[in-house]
């Protein structure tokens, strides 16, 4: 068996199921994207924004236009910070293109189109899982409701820290063991079952390895002990972005804690229905969830 499974429906798809324990059948290693920006000078207006023209699919996109516009994407008003930073995210299966309407100080539009280019996302099929794991019983299954009800609340915030803006680090030193996206197929009874694709990054890193903060932050959720995911912590940087780190063996946090890049915030463990310890680290702008990894140097 390489990974079992409960339920339906953890804001943290079904990664609290995964460990770094051949887990990753199928994997084929890609290049590590990132992507390319230019300055948008908008003539006539106002409003000069920056924007980047093409983005890949699961990205958080980082721009900054006159602090004095207002920015709408996806029905959403953007807030936008005193340097005019905003960001919002593309999601795994957005298929593009994004359109941003930017409205200047004069009241002029400009459909801002980012071109959304498609990822390879592969495909793990996992076997030996019981049947009887695919869904939990009634008890287990309103546990992990009312867990989740509260991360949802914790990453709806949309704080005025513009923590987003900083350059992304390392939570941890270690191997890739698990990429943002993959799609994962249990197979049941001889019958494929199509799982959440993995909703963030694996590092797989000895217990107790230290967890530094990738970019500051507040800290909106801290537990020890959540069903699927262990030990869990929400760190928020502002304007709807947050790294979430999840099957923690200690947490050294709490919530209200302001917390600066490279500070500790706990231990890599397996806590959860992890199989071995490492470390996931998922984000989401809102419910939107983004890849860690392209926010990240292509270093390694
Ligand atoms: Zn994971």
């Not at 995911?229 to 946090?253: A, P, Q």
């Amino acid at each position: 068996m390489t990974a079992r499974s409960v339920s339906r429906g953890s804001g943290f798809g079904r990664d609290a199921f995964r460990g770094v324990r051949g887990k990753h059948r199928g994997f084929r290693r890609s290049h590590i994207p990132h992507c390319a920006s230019i300055l948008l000078v908008l003539a006539g207006t106002s409003a000069a924004a920056e924007f980047p023209t093409s983005v890949q699919q699961g990205s958080l996109v980082r721009a900054t236009v006159d602090p004095h516009a207002k920015v709408r994407y996806a029905d959403r008003d953007l807030r936008i910070g005193p340097h005019g930073e905003v960001v919002f995210g593309i999601g795994r299966d957005e298929a593009g293109p994004a359109h941003v309407d930017v409205r200047s100080r004069d009241g002029t539009h400009r459909d801002v189109v980012i071109e959304v280019t498609p990822r390879d996302w592969p495909v793990e099929r996992i076997e030996g899982v019981p049947p009887k794991t695919v869904e939990p019983p009634p008890d287990i299954a309103e546990r992990i409701k009312r867990e989740q009800a509260r991360v949802v609340a914790a990453r709806a915030r949309d704080d005025a820290r513009a923590d987003f803006t900083q350059a992304f680090a390392w939570p941890v030193d270690g191997r890739i063991s698990g990429r943002f996206g993959n799609q994962r197929i249990y197979v049941v009874d001889g019958k494929d079952v199509p799982k959440s694709p993995h909703s963030g990054m694996d590092i797989a890193v000895p217990q107790g390895t230290p967890v530094k903060a990738p970019a500051a932050g507040i800290v909106t959720f801290a537990e020890p002990d959540l069903y699927l995911t262990g030990g869990t912590i929400l760190l928020d940087h502002g304007h709807g972005v947050s790294s979430n780190f999840l099957h923690l063996s200690r947490l050294d946090v709490k919530v209200g804690e302001r917390i600066e890049q490279g500070q500790t915030i706990g231990a890599v463990g397996m806590t959860g229905r992890a199989t071995g310890p490492h470390l996931h680290w998922g984000m989401n702008w809102f419910d939107v969830r983004v890849d860690p990894l392209l926010l990240l140097e292509p270093a390694r």
